[in-house]
């Protein structure tokens, strides 16, 4: 038999409990824009974890890991707050922003902008057999040779990997995340 | 049911095993139990961390991307853990993110450990398990599991294990224990047999027999074996023992027995009651009342008050009485016995009866024979008396005879011959008597021969005077003598004052003839004594006698010196002593205590009744006659004690017993 006073927090909770599930639904609701980069910046900062690159691309154990954005920067201070500060494996996190013609190799996460859509091939021929970790946003792009690729679809944010391109760089993802995504040949 | 101890012992080592087994089983069984049960929460925890662990690595992924699906397929796998009722994965920020099984509500969450952990509520076990990418929490992951299910079953499981295990172990407990335990209960019931078989039996030749075993049992049945050897042997030696002293008992000429104390009710009699009063044991044991019913009528009360003393006064005692055989004859019994006190009551009567009919019919013969004797003597002692009386008169008579002897001697050698022829002459010479006086030789004499001659004739007269006077003297004592018989004959004699010096010296008068003839001298040593009362003749006749017995053996001394010394005194038991003292011939030792017997005599012709007469006659008058003398040729004294008075006495004609002699 429950008591008075711990059926009307349970109570209270609920409301809370719901309120909260509530607000995450708004929060999924309202604008996609704002709700998405966070996610994708999210998604970023979890892919550092679940892929492995190959050692020669440290310098020292402590070497950062750099996620760079190419092109329009959709994330805007979103994704340097949630990677600043931490560290992966030893290895802190940078955001780089990129232009088109620097040298993308330097990076280890790359993501590549809508707005890079008609230089998609030509940077990702330019990225080829490199261990960087190409991130996109746009339809194919894992069909095109891209390793990952972020869609919106229902509300959520779904991922596309193409392995055959990831393991040809030298990138080892992790099954796990693999899991979670759709594979996708080029 | 029977108390624990009474049980038969293997009964009670079967018992004793379960108990044991059972006891040793339960603690064992409890303690793996208590164990498992112990465990089973932490291994259950564990298994749950396990799992928690393995579903929080596997959803980091669907978490980190927010795959809501991924994350419930993940957590969806749960299912494969029947255990685990519900699962959730939760974001960071405290959303749900997926589920399995029922619904988690807030409320179930808030159960949950905070941050991370366990926790068992009630049935469940709550598990917290944070989701850590690389270190960094990006969810957490909430696990429900139903122990109590699990325990339940386990718990299940595991009693009818031990059920299982208990109810096989106790099986094979008994199984064992009643066979092992036949290696300890086996002798001892074999023991226990035996040994109540010789009790019921009292076989003691039956024995154990001897197990090969060297330990304790095996020592007990030979100690048992040895006891019974010695029981039996001291049994047959107690038989052996109880059978000598009973034949003992019933072979003692006498009715061994013992009886109450109060009652006199018999407990046991020999065999002897059948020969001697012709009575069978049981029945006198039988009959409570069976000894003062064959009492003699006369005696009964006397002799039942004489054991009720007796045996009050609790000491040993005998006294005489009569029973009536089985014969109806009369027995008399002498009967001897003994208390016996316990705890200081009287607890039993023993004693003898025995047979003194023959005694006392001994015993009355011998009186009658007695008073048979009494009379003979008395007779005889008249005869005595009256042989007594003879030779007091003959010892008188001695002395008549002496007196006329001497009268003749002296008549016939009177010198009136002398006279005679005197006269004659004078008568010759009648004619010219005055010359014949004066000139004839012869004639000259005759005046001097006359004178002598009157002399000698006045002697003679004298001589001749006294005896006649003696003569008459001793005659007069003779018709004493002779009365006195008479009167002895029908009275005792006659008490009579008497002057002791005046009497002794009428008897030494008597005998004065032949001591002046013998030439004895006679001594006389009186002292004076108070004057006495006794019969006189019989005093008198004792000391005649004495006197001539003392002349006899001064003649037989042949010594020149006779003396006869007399004396009188008191021997300071008021009697006067008259003691009559001779020089000559003594008497032998050996004579001393046969010289009063009755017919004893060393004088030819003497028919020794004298000095026997004598001390009887003094006996009677309370005194006594004794001698002593110191040998042969040593002379010897008569001592006559008598008293001064003496009361009247019947004559006793006891025997005469040996003298004391006295110095």
């Known amino acids: ?186 | 049911m029977k108390p624990f101890r009474d049980l038969p012992i293997q009964r009670k080592m079967l018992l004793m095993t379960l108990l044991i087994c059972g006891a040793v089983l339960l603690v064992a069984i409890a303690a793996l139990f208590t164990f498992q049960v112990l465990n089973f929460r932490s291994n259950f925890q564990r298994d749950t961390a396990t799992l928690a662990t393995i579903i929080a690595d596997n959803s980091t992924a669907a978490l980190a991307f927010k795959d809501a699906k991924a994350g419930a397929e993940v957590i969806g796998s749960l299912h494969a853990k029947p255990t685990v009722v519900a699962a959730s994965l939760a974001l960071p920020d405290g959303s749900l993110f997926a589920q399995f099984g029922k619904p988690e509500d807030a409320t179930g969450l808030s159960q949950f450990p905070p941050a991370a952990g366990f926790r068992f509520s009630g049935r469940y076990l709550l598990c917290t398990q944070p989701v850590e990418l690389d270190k960094k929490k990006v969810g957490t992951l909430y696990l429900r599991s139903d122990y109590r299910q699990t325990l339940v079953q386990l718990l299940g499981f595991y009693g009818l294990v031990i059920l299982g295990v208990m109810v096989a172990s106790i099986a094979l407990a008994v199984l064992l224990s009643s066979r092992l335990q036949r290696i300890i209960t086996d002798p001892i019931l074999k023991l226990a047999q035996t040994a109540q078989a010789v009790g019921v039996k009292k076989d003691y030749s039956l024995r154990v027999t001897a197990s090969s075993q060297g330990d304790e049992l095996g020592r007990l049945t030979q100690s048992f074996n040895e006891m019974l050897s010695r029981i039996q042997n001291q049994d047959a030696a107690l038989s052996r023992s109880q059978q000598k002293l009973e034949a003992l008992v019933h072979s003692i000429d006498g009715i061994v027995w013992e009886a109450t104390p109060d009652t006199f009710q018999f407990t046991f009699v020999s065999r002897q009651v059948e020969r001697l009063l012709g009575y069978q044991p049981e029945e006198w044991l039988t009959n409570p009342q069976f000894w003062q019913e064959k009492l003699h009528p006369e005696d009964a009360a006397r002799a039942i008050q004489t054991c009720h003393d007796m045996v009050a006064r609790r000491e040993p005692y005998n006294y005489e009485y009569r029973m009536i055989a089985a014969d109806g004859r009369t027995v008399w019994i002498r009967e001897s016995g003994v208390v016996l006190i316990e705890n200081d009551q009287p607890a039993a009567v023993r004693g003898i009866f025995l047979d003194i009919t023959e005694q006392k019919l001994a015993a009355s013969e011998l009186d009658k024979l007695n008073k048979q004797l009494l009379e003979t003597s008395r007779q005889a002692g008249m005869a005595e008396v009256a042989t007594g009386v003879l030779h007091n008169v003959g010892n008188v008579l001695n002395s008549v005879n002496v007196s006329t002897t001497l009268i003749r001697e002296k008549l016939r050698g009177s010198e009136v011959a002398s006279l005679v022829k005197l006269g004659g002459l004078l008568r010759q010479h009648e004619a010219d008597l005055p010359a014949f006086l004066t000139a004839d030789p012869k004639g000259k004499l005759v005046p001097r021969f006359i004178i002598q001659l009157a002399g000698e004739l006045g002697a003679e007269h004298t001589l001749l005077q006294k005896e006649q006077d003696h003569l008459a003297h001793n005659v007069e004592h003779i018709k004493e003598i002779v009365s006195m018989q008479q009167n002895y004959a029908r009275v005792s004699g006659i008490l009579e004052p008497i002057s002791v010096a005046n009497l002794v010296d009428d008897a030494l008068q008597i005998n004065a003839a032949g001591f002046s003839r013998h030439g004895v001298q006679v001594v006389r040593q009186y002292s004076d004594v108070p004057p006495a009362t006794a019969d006189k003749h019989k005093v008198l006749q004792i000391l005649i006698n004495l006197v001539h017995n003392a002349k006899y053996a001064l003649d037989d001394s042949g010594r020149l010196d006779k003396r006869l010394t007399v004396g009188i005194g008191m021997n300071g038991n008021n009697c006067f002593k008259i003691t009559i003292s001779d020089n000559g011939i003594g008497i032998p030792s050996e004579n001393l205590t046969r010289i009063f017997s009755h017919g004893f005599s060393t004088r030819k012709g003497g028919h020794g009744f004298g000095l026997h007469s004598g001390a009887n006659a003094a006996k009677e008058m309370g005194g006594q006659l004794s001698v002593h003398s110191e040998g042969v040729g040593q002379g010897a004294t008569f001592t006559l004690e008598l008293p001064l008075t003496r009361q009247k006495t019947e004559p006793r004609t006891e025997p005469p017993t040996e003298q004391r002699t006295e110095t």
């Open chain 1, 1 to 186: 038999m429950r008591s008075q006073p711990t059926t009307r927090r349970k109570w209270l909770l609920s409301l809370v409990g719901l309120c909260l599930a509530g607000a995450w639904a708004a929060a999924a609701d309202t604008g996609p824009v704002a709700g998405e980069y966070q996610v994708k910046a999210t998604f970023l900062y979890n892919f550092t974890k679940f892929t492995d690159w190959p050692p020669r691309v440290f310098a020292s154990s402590n070497a950062p890991i750099v996620i760079g954005i190419v092109g329009e920067d959709p994330f805007g201070k979103t994704i340097d707050e949630v990677v600043s500060g931490e560290v992966v494996g030893g290895h802190p996190l940078v955001v780089k922003r990129l232009h088109a013609d620097d040298d993308l190799r330097s990076c280890h996460v790359l993501f590549i902008s809508r707005s890079e859509k008609e230089r998609l091939p030509a940077m990702l021929s330019r990225l080829k057999g490199s261990p960087v970790l190409s991130v996109g946003e746009i339809n194919g792009f894992a069909e095109q040779g891209g390793m990952v690729n972020l869609l919106l679809a229902n509300k959520t944010v779904k991922i596309e990997i193409n392995q055959a391109a990831a393991e040809q760089a030298g990138l080892q993802i992790s099954a796990k995340l693999l899991k979670l995504a759709r594979l996708v040949k080029s």
